[in-house]
């Protein structure tokens, strides 16, 4: 039975990894659950799962989800505050970590459990853009394994050789071709995009995912994350990789060989293929993801990306290449501005704006990328920078 601890459990990763979790219930054993203030649901996955933690990221949170559970003789031990999700990744009784916070908040967590040896599954990947060279040297230096769930990442790693050390050269790569659907607005009317709303913008045609990455998927934001997050799991430049949109969804990243040979994973938009891949890695279990049937698909259609409709990926190839404090900042900022749009605060157009304008003012800032301490800084200076051109 392998101990399992999941990170943002009452979100749409959270859901979708005890959907798999529970049907192999010999295999895993859920040791314990986080959520950031969801009451009501953590109150239920404990009713379901019986975990032996559970932890709300929110003090006054934990005090009513202690209330409402006070009836419970099975209840668990309930935790509060941003300490305690640090506190229950690195557990001994926990083998394996589902990485499902939103946002540069997962990051401490994460890397608990990487100072712990656990193995990690990555969701949050904005814990790597953050502090890419920091967990990467506290993952190699613990013993600790990082298994990609986002599913293109997820996609790549499977189309890598097995024994892949981290030099796409020495076998034989040529290229990374990572997949993007173009989210709700590919073919919107450009002069109308400052106009449209945050359900808008979070109905995504393939995929149901929370508010914040369905933004950035709408900016296309999350491609550049992601293509921060590649440059870091398969240790490539920016240059080695190249975008295409795909709005089928169903091939979920492609790599490129130096003979020709382009080898591609496919399967249906749902995330539970990913992470139950990364959970029995090397090995393969059930997932509940019904079959690819390729004679009821849409046609596969790939088409270059239109620069000017998605000015925050411009922004990501930039905050990439410049590297240090740059991605630190150009997640921030994001974080905000996509919560301000959230909120009806700003437009939708002047997420790329507020973006740019906090890289050009702190991307260049000095930071060492392993210094937790500045990188948390620069986090804070960026977001702060980022509120104070909305007033
Ligand atoms: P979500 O908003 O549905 O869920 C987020 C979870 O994190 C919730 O459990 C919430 O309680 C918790 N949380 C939020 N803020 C927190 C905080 N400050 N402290 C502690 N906990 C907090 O998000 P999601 O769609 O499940 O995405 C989670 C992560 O996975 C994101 O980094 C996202 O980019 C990544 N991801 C998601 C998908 C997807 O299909 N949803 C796909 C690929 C990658
Ligand atoms: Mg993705």
Known sequence: MKGLCILGSTGSIGLSTLDVVARHPDQYRIVALTAHRDVERMAAQCQRYRPDFAVMADEEAARRLREKLSDDAKAPEILGGEEALAQVAALESVEVVMAAIVGAAGLLPILAAARAGKRILLANKEALVVAGALLLSEVEKNGAQLLPIDSEHNAIFQ???????????????????????????????????????????????????????????????????????????????????????????????????????????????????????????????????????????????????EPDRFPCLELAYRAAEMGGAAPVVLNAANEVAVAAFLSEQIRFTEIPVLVNRTLEKLGSAEIAEDDLDALLAIDQQARAFAKQLMV
């Not at 106009?195 to 934001?221: E, F």
């Not at 550049?224 to 169903?250: D, N, R, T, V, Y």
């Open 159 to 305: 189309c890598l050789p097995a024994d892949f050390q981290g030099d796409l050269g020495a076998v034989g790569v040529a290229r990374i071709l990572l997949t993007a659907s173009g989210g709700p607005f590919l073919d919107y009317p450009l002069e109308q995009l400052s106009q449209v709303t945050p359900d808008q913008a979070c109905a995504h045609p393939n995929w149901d995912m929370g508010r914040k990455i369905s933004v950035d998927s709408a900016t296309m934001m999350n491609k550049g994350l992601e293509l921060i997050e590649a440059c870091w799991l398969f240790s490539a430049k920016p240059e080695q990789i190249q975008i295409l949109i795909h709005p089928q969804s169903i091939v979920h990243s492609l790599v490129q060989y130096q003979d020709g040979s382009v080898l591609a994973q496919l399967g249906n938009p749902d995330m539970r293929t990913p992470i139950a891949h990364a959970l029995a890695w090397p090995h393969r279990i059930v997932s509940g993801v019904p079959p690819l049937d390729l004679f009821s698909a849409d046609p596969l259609v790939f088409r270059p990306v």
